[in-house]
């Protein structure tokens, strides 16, 4: 039988066959030609071939896995790089921009690897990875109170170099030790000390990058408007960043944690009501953030919303307790709730080790991940009790699986930065920013719709209680949900609608600095800031 349907049903199969080996053999073409490209580069030459894997190489998976934090990208079907270039000096980078553009292939830069969608070691067409990974010295200077960091160093890291010097020196960046600088800091980046001192990207002084051209440039000979668009607004659509120069900031030789756990029976709904109307305005030494999951109650079957309180305050405990019964009394602090320890020591707590443990944690890079989807919300009313009451139902679905919200409190020195000092523009008046998560430990593909679309119907129903027009979101964490720039074509008309949601109307700006210095969009991803030649 040869029915119109089948046959040509055949011929759309051969061309789909024909025209992917036709792709394959071109792709293995290019890189082959790339790969000789790379080993014709003086100086590199000797060094250049042992940072080099393709896919040929045994050493490859592990190299690609090693700074792989979500689980969702690293399926046998995920799209690979032909090559990784792992970089030990300036012109191996140099080198792999020159030959990557000679011979059109597409780069992504990884420093962490925590892109929340993948997007530094994942495309769908054909590319390579530049990661940083060993690019990571952190040079700490104590009298200026200054560093200068490698894009490839963890905050982790960081906290430890910084502690070798001085305990009363920190940096007010991120909370899971292994997350990079590159990303972090050109995305903003922040921890439990922004409402003191704002961003890790506001606290960025030099920086040195390599543009389309493979030149080396730092903050003065880059200029001002490309220095403000990586701080905040993406490096990876203007250069690879090498190495940052920051301030560090003042710590207390002793601040107080707590953390202190209350349950829907301990009238939860009513306290984080409460706390909406606290958090952005308290002292702006004191961090406190709410972590928020639905866990097995005491009785069977049923559930409970618990609502952790994890806070920093960068003074001592008898400037607390009695800041709390002013501020919060409802929480019903006690000094018993809390810990006095240095600042990098909370560092630790913060991730849940155990008093005690030796600061070499903040090192360990050991790989491992489990697949994630996560999104980000600001909020700049308070939620109404019934708004938190239908969370608390979305919670206690059962393909909410290990459902998390992060309530992180803003107020403080974030209302002060005005919104156009830097690319990110999540300043004054927004009381809070919620971080979704949703992470899961079924493998495959049918386990992970099930559970995106759960977050997806959580956002949904979040909708009415949080900011519009634009519905505000964080870049660092990252949601292609929120739209894309399509494959290979990237429009204005249509990157501005996930743009403006990261950049409000900075986003204007940075594709003015991607004109000036990326007109040919070299630098790109499905999140990049388009050159205004490709205006549609
Ligand atoms: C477990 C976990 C915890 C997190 N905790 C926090 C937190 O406490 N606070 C917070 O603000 N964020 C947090 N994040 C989000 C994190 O800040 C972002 O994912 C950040 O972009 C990660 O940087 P990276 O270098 O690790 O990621 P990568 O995946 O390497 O890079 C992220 C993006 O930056 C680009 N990029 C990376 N390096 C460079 C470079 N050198 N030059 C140019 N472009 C570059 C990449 O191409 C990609 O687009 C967390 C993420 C995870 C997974
Ligand atoms: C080669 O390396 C040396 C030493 O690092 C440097 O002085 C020289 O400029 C480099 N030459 C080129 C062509 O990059
Ligand atoms: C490789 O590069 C390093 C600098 O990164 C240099 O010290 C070393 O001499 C080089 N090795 C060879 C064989 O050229
Ligand atoms: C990858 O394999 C090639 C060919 O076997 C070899 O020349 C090269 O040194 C290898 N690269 C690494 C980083 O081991
Ligand atoms: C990749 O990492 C995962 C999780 O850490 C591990 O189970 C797997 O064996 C790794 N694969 C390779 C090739 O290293
Ligand atoms: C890359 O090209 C630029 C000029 O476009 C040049 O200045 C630079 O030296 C080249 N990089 C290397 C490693 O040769
Ligand atoms: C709070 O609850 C978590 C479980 O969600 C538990 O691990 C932690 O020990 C509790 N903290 C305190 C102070 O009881
Ligand atoms: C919860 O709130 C009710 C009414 O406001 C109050 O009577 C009760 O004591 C509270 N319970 C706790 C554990 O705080
Ligand atoms: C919670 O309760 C359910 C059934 O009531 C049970 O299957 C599950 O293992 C419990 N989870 C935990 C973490 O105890």
């Not at 905050?155 to 899971?176: H, Q, W």
């Amino acid at each position: 039988m040869n029915s119109p349907i089948t046959s040509s049903m055949s011929s759309l199969l051969f061309l789909f066959l024909f025209s992917f080996s036709l792709a394959s053999s071109a792709s293995a073409h290019t890189h082959e030609n790339f790969l000789q490209c790379l080993s014709h580069y003086p100086n590199t030459t000797s060094n250049i071939s042992q940072l080099i894997y393709t896919q040929a190489n045994s050493s490859y998976a592990s190299v690609l896995n090693f700074s792989i934090r979500n689980g969702r990208f690293s399926s046998p079907t995920t799209p690979k790089p032909l090559v990784i270039i792992t970089p030990l000096q300036l012109s191996h980078i140099q080198a792999a921009i020159n030959c990557s553009r000679k011979h059109g292939m597409q780069v992504r830069i990884r420093s962490g690897g925590h892109d929340y969608e993948g997007r530094s070691y994942v495309s769908q067409v054909p590319f390579v990875v530049i990661d940083l990974i060993n690019l990571r010295s952190i040079t700490v200077d104590v009298d200026e109170r200054t560093a200068w960091i490698e894009s490839g160093a963890t905050i982790g890291e960081l906290y430890y170099r910084i502690a070798e010097k001085s305990r009363t020196l920190g940096f007010p960046a991120g909370v899971c030790p292994t997350v990079g600088i590159g990303g972090h800091f050109s995305g903003g980046g922040y921890g439990t000390m922004l409402r003191k001192y704002g961003l890790a990207a506001d606290n960025v002084i030099d920086a040195h990058i390599v543009d389309v051209n493979g030149r080396f440039l730092d903050r003065q000979s880059m200029g001002e408007d490309l220095f403000w668009a990586i701080r905040g607004g993406g490096g990876a659509s203007f250069g690879v960043v090498l190495a940052w120069k920051v301030k560090l900031v003042p710590v207390p030789s002793t601040v107080t944690v707590f953390s202190v756990n209350r349950t829907l029976e301990q009238n939860v709904t009513q306290l984080v009501h409460r706390w909406q109307y606290v958090a952005d305005k308290v002292d702006e030494d004191l961090f406190l953030r709410i972590l928020l999951q639905s866990l097995n109650a005491s009785g069977e079957g049923k559930r409970t919303i618990q609502a952790t309180f994890d806070t920093l305050f960068l003074g001592g405990v008898d400037r607390l307790i009695p800041l709390m019964e002013k501020s919060f009394p409802e929480l019903g602090l006690t000094k018993e709730d809390c810990i006095e320890m240095s600042w990098i020591e909370s560092t630790l707590y913060f991730n849940r080790f155990s008093s005690g443990e030796s600061l070499d944690v903040l090192l360990d890079r050991t790989p491992g991940f489990i697949p994630f989807k996560g999104k980000s919300d600001y909020v700049k009313e308070p939620i109404p009790e019934e708004g938190l009451e239908g969370l608390w139902e979305k919670l206690h679905e059962e393909t909410a699986g290990r459902a998390q919200l992060l309530f992180i409190p803003y107020g403080g020195k974030m209302a002060e930065i005005s919104e156009s000092e830097i690319p990110f523009p999540h300043r004054a008046g927004n009381i809070y920013k919620i971080h979704h998560v949703v992470v899961w430990e079924e493998e495959g593909d049918e386990a992970a719709q099930r559970h995106i679309s759960w977050i997806r119907k959580l956002y949904a129903y979040m909708t009415p209680y949080v900011s519009k027009n634009p519905r505000a979101a964080y870049m660092n964490y990252r949601d292609l949900d929120i739209g894309t720039n399509r494959n290979g074509v990237t429009s204005y008309t249509e990157s501005n609608i996930w743009g403006i949601k990261y950049f409000k109307n900075n986003f204007n700006r940075l594709v003015h600095v991607k004109t000036m210095v990326d007109p040919t969009n070299f630098f790109r991803h499905e999140q990049s800031i388009p050159p205004l030649s490709a205006r549609v």
